[in-house]
């Protein structure tokens, strides 16, 4: 069965630094991997996706995150953090066949601090 | 364009008592899922419906049901309400055009509290 896994509930950083959201993810066949993002009060909003392209993939608001199949990661980041980036974050992986199942991590939620 | 649009945004059941959630998703698209998110967890695959037809359900009880309209809309049922339905009800519609890869539009949720 497919899984994911997101290391570390609360990541905490200051404006302007790195960010580094964990994701590891299990499957037994290639998978395509998410990362959404849930502001307060809202729904879940696509940031970046992985469908077996590139493995480096781009996404909005400055964000990438790179597929790595030797550590079944699939790790968020950011190079500079804005305080608008404080929300939670879901990683999720979907089977590659006809169906709209995801699979979502427990989620990471990302404060920024001036 | 209007996006996922859910109705009620909030409200509060007793335990016992049955509920309906609705959603309408974009338009021109023709699947749904529904998703149970509890509070401090990620969201929890409930059903999706494609075409009015049910075509693929989660680890949930048979106190949820779900079914799509002719216009693609949705209800999602839930029988004899349990403190732990407490969540927030997530809808989410697929473009046609996305071939398999399971990227989701979502609304914003509907809020279900049980006391």
Known sequence: AQSVTQLGSHVSVSEGALVLLRCNYSSSVPPYLFWYVQ????????????????????????????????????????????????AEYFCAVSPSGGYNKLIFGAGTRLAVHP | DAGVTQSPTHLIKTRGQHVTLRCSPIS???????????????????????EKEERGRGNFPDRFSA?????YSSELNVNALLLGDSALYLCASKPPTDQNTGELFFGEGSRLTVL
Do not use: C
Request: glycine fraction near 8%; avoid cysteine.
């Open chain 1, 39 to 86: 502001y307060p009060n809202q729904g879940l909003q696509l940031l970046l996706k992985y469908t077996s392209a590139a493995t480096l993939v781009k996404g909005i608001n400055g964000f990438e995150a790179e597929f790595k199949k030797s550590e079944t990661s699939f790790h968020l980041t950011k190079p500079s953090a804005h305080m608008s980036d404080a």
């Open chain 2, 28 to 50: 021109g698209h023709k699947s749904v899922s529904w998703y149970q998110q509890v509070l401090g967890q990620g969201p929890q695959f409930i059903f999706q419906y494609y």
């Open chain 2, 67 to 71: 079914r799509q309209f002719p216009n």
